[in-house]
Each structure stands twice: as C-alpha cells, then as structure tokens.
C-alpha cells in the first residue's frame, strides 16, 4: 500500500512535468479518476501533494504543519485513492494494470494530477501570486534578453 500511494504522490507531482505516454488502458483510467473525482478530492490530493514536499529540508522553513495535520492529509488521500481504484474505477485499474504494470500509476494519476493542479493554479489569489515576482525583476535587463534585435 505505501508504494502505491509513494507512486500515487510522485505521480501527481510529476504531472507538473512532462506528461507520460499513456496506453489506452491507462487513459481510460486516467479519465475515470478525474471524472470521478470531485473538486474536494482534487484538493485533498493536491494538500497532500504539499504536505509531503513539506518533508525536503530545504522547503521545511515554509510550512508549519503539525503530526495531527500530516496524519489528515495523509488520511484523506488514501482515502480518495481507495474509494477511486477499488470502487469507483475498479475496472479501468484492472485493465490498466494488466497491460502497463507498475506505470499505470504514474500514467493515471498523473493525468488526475496535472487537471488537480490546474484547478488551483486557476484561481485568482494563486495567479495573482504567481505574479508577485514581477516587481523585483530588472525590466530593462530583459528588455536586452527579449527585445529587438539591434
């Protein structure tokens, strides 16, 4: 169980990445988990998705998460895992797993991670954030980088 939800994690994170080749097992699972997913669960993979990057040393400065809020997030993604492969697209992961193996999770839910993710990058406060770095970048600077060729 630990190592589906570690490939569970990796997968959702990754979808950040560039995307997998997906037989068509995998998409059809891939399809499954986001359509059966509801926003909640999105957000309760995403929360654990940071919860477990909190981990690095080098980002542990950013979060302060208590063992209570670890043990939920953690709880509440094995949950939605559960209730998506053995209920809801129990059929689909079969048929996934017995033609891609072990990619069938980072194949899968990468395609539930990367539509988790766009769903928060999309509101408003998060894209406004995104922005914030503009204000300490020399404009002049990437004029040269990016403006007219002299």
Not at 4 to 32: N, Q, V
Not at 95 to 105: L, M
Request: net charge neutral.
């Amino acid at each position: 169980m630990r190592h589906i939800l570690r490939l569970a994690a990796f997968s959702l994170a990754a979808a950040l990445a560039a995307p997998a080749f997906a037989s068509a097992t995998s998409d059809a699972l891939g399809d499954c988990l986001v359509d059966k997913s509801t926003g909640r669960d999105r957000k309760d993979l995403a929360r654990w998705i940071f919860v477990a990057v909190s981990s690095h040393p080098d980002m542990q400065d950013l979060f302060a998460l208590s063992p209570q809020m670890r043990e939920a997030a953690n709880k509440s993604a094995a949950d939605v895992i559960m209730r998506l492969v053995t209920v809801e697209c129990v059929d689909q992961a079969r048929a996934s797993a017995a033609v891609d193996g072990g990619a069938t999770w980072e194949k899968a839910f990468g395609k539930l991670g990367e539509v988790a993710m766009k769903e928060l990058t999309t509101n408003s406060a998060v894209t406004t954030s995104f922005e914030d770095p503009v204000k300490y970048m020399d404009r002049a600077q990437l004029k040269k980088v990016f403006g007219p060729k002299p």
